[in-house]
């Protein structure tokens, strides 16, 4: 093959390979929660739960920063993306907050049913939110799944379970995955709301699904821990506890680690459920793990006799590097940064412990129960309280406006006609080339027929062959060339994905 025909391969390989990446990576096209080092947009973080974040806290002190008044009792855990702040509460209103000041952006109440609790107001919103691609996602009392615009608070879809949803939904390559109280895990596109599959479990799901490559990973009543397929939801395994398993799995390095009312905390092989230790505690473990540098911390919660610790082990072996003792039982479950453990109790307190040793750094006193999680972003640590306050502690923040995030997803068809449309321009753009390329090559041919004076009149000509012939397009061209329609292929893909 002569060295015009590589050159042309490599610069239809380039151009093809670039818009490819460029339309499959591009934020629109994405169909899972948007995670970065700074975000907390989920339930413990991210789609395994691992708790973790690479946020430094500012927060070395209990330094309020900013609290804000709800219309009830704040049990869900706040998610943060790109400086807001979603979370519902029990009255059945869905908040998105500055990060920055607490002031409330927008609000979305559920309409009023019999399924709140008491005095509260509306059906209480106990799910914590997942925040992907310009939508918010999140479970009620009144029975319901919902999809919210992220920027306006705008209803975009909901489905209606058999009953409450208190489970916190995970959102993963389009799809959204979360528990009911009617025994069912779910399975929803993220787009439209269309269940793809449900999974019955025998037992009320109020535990959080993580999503793990093709497996979805969740607790239930029943006293089991399931192992499903992402995109059937035929069971893969199931491990058997001695009660009733509402903590959330946090799914690490291969490992699966979790609590049960059985006063154990777990740890499984992700890969087929056998159990490769467990740790016995003195009271129920609804916590859900947090697993950071080889170390799981998690609480035990509240029970007839509570054991009010919060524990730190060692991941591989389960053995108890430390606890910390609170002055009640401990369902928050913690968050891990910088070396941080920062953890809600039952005694109203947010406390603040070294990750090594356990030591009390800080404790700030709320005036009722935490069960929520905190969430760090962006070196704030925010939590919600049943005093119906969201608190914020650290230092004064300095960003910019705030924005919603992404745009909201393309859909598994407009991904296709997309990518249809970049192949059919690279196509033809490669078409008009080579039949550039053999006229310009049957023009060296005649003019080596005929009299050189004619070469000799047309130098320019002449020049412009001889480089033809012997590089028509260099690599740096096919460069810059697929550069070009890579920026091509992502305006097309936001442009589409922000069409309603």
């Known amino acids: 093959m002569k060295k015009s025909n590589y050159a042309l391969v490599i610069f239809t390989f380039v151009l093809t390979l670039s818009a490819f990446f460029c339309l499959v990576s591009s934020p629109a096209a994405l169909g899972s929660a948007t995670s970065s080092s700074s975000n907390w947009p989920m339930f413990h973080h991210d789609l395994t739960h691992s708790g973790y974040s690479t946020s430094t806290p500012t927060a070395t002190n209990a330094t309020l920063l900013w609290n804000f008044?709800?219309?009830?009792?704040?049990?869900?855990?706040?998610?943060?993306?790109?400086?807001?702040?979603?979370?519902?509460?029990?009255?059945?209103?869905?908040?998105?907050?500055?990060?920055s000041d607490g002031s409330e952006i927008w609000n979305f109440t559920v309409a009023t049913t019999s399924r709140g609790f008491p005095g509260a107001g509306g059906p209480a919103i106990s799910s914590s939110m997942a925040v992907a691609n310009g939508y918010v996602y999140f479970g009620c009392y009144d029975r319901n799944v919902y999809c919210l615009n992220a920027s306006t608070g705008e209803k975009v879809w909901n489905f209606t379970t058999g009953n409450t949803v208190e489970s916190c939904p995970s959102v993963a390559n389009g799809h959204v995955y979360v528990g009911s109280w009617d025994g069912n895990v779910y399975c929803f596109d993220a787009a439209t709301g269309a269940k793809i599959w449900n999974y019955s479990t025998?037992?009320?799901?109020?535990?959080?699904?993580?999503?793990?490559?093709?497996?979805?990973?969740?607790?239930?009543?029943?006293?089991?821990?399931?192992?499903?397929?992402?995109?059937?939801?035929?069971?893969?395994?199931?491990?058997?506890?001695?009660?009733?398993?509402?903590?959330?799995?946090?799914?690490?390095?291969?490992?699966?680690?979790?609590?049960?009312?059985?006063?154990?905390?777990?740890?499984?092989?992700?890969?087929?459920?056998?159990?490769?230790?467990?740790?016995?505690?003195?009271?129920?473990?609804?916590?859900?793990?947090?697993?950071?540098?080889?170390?799981?911390?998690?609480?035990?919660?509240?029970?007839?006799?509570?054991?009010?610790?919060?524990?730190?082990?060692?991941?591989?072996?389960?053995?108890?590097?430390?606890?910390?003792?609170?002055?009640?039982?401990?369902?928050?479950?913690?968050?891990?940064?910088?070396?941080?453990?920062?953890?809600?109790?039952?005694?109203?307190?947010?406390?603040?412990?070294?990750?090594s040793s356990g030591a009390n750094i800080w404790t700030y006193t709320t005036g009722n129960h935490v069960s929520s999680s905190p969430a760090v972003w962006n070196g704030i640590v925010y939590v919600g309280s049943w005093d119906h306050h969201v608190y914020a502690f650290g230092n004064q923040l300095t960003t910019s406006t705030p924005s919603p995030g992404t745009q909201p997803m393309l859909s598994t068809a407009e991904i296709i006609y997309l990518a249809a449309v970049v192949i059919v321009v690279v196509a033809i753009a490669a078409v008009l080339i080579i039949f550039r390329h053999k006229k310009l090559h049957g023009q060296v041919a005649m003019n080596s027929l005929k009299p050189s004076r004619r070469n000799e009149r047309n130098p320019q000509l002449k020049n412009m062959i001889?480089?033809?012939?012997?590089?028509?397009?260099?690599?740096?061209?096919?460069?810059i060339f697929s550069l070009i329609l890579s920026r091509i292929s992502l305006n097309l893909a936001n442009f589409s994905s922000s069409v309603p």
């Open 202 to 355: 025998g037992g009320l799901v109020e535990s959080s699904p993580a999503a793990v490559g093709d497996h979805i990973y969740v607790g239930s009543i029943n006293g089991n821990v399931y192992c499903l397929d992402a995109l059937s939801g035929a069971k893969i395994w199931n491990y058997t506890t001695g009660n009733v398993v509402q903590s959330s799995p946090a799914v690490v390095d291969g490992r699966l680690y979790i609590g049960s009312e059985d006063d154990n905390v777990y740890c499984l092989n992700a890969s087929n459920g056998i159990k490769i230790w467990n740790y016995p505690t003195l009271s129920w473990v609804d916590s859900s793990p947090a697993v950071a540098n080889g170390y799981v911390y998690v609480g035990t919660g509240e029970s007839a006799n509570p054991d009010k610790n919060v524990y730190c082990l060692n991941a591989l072996t389960g053995a108890k590097i430390w606890n910390y003792t609170t002055q009640d039982g401990v369902d928050s479950s913690p968050a891990i940064a910088a070396g941080y453990v920062y953890v809600g109790g039952w005694d109203g307190n947010v406390y603040c412990l070294n990750a």
């Open 466 to 479: 001889s480089q033809f012939s012997v590089m028509p397009l260099s690599f740096n061209h096919a460069f």
């Open 69 to 99: 008044k709800t219309n009830s009792p704040v049990g869900a855990s706040p998610a943060i993306v790109n400086g807001l702040v979603y979370i519902g509460s029990d009255g059945g209103i869905a908040y998105c907050l500055n990060a």
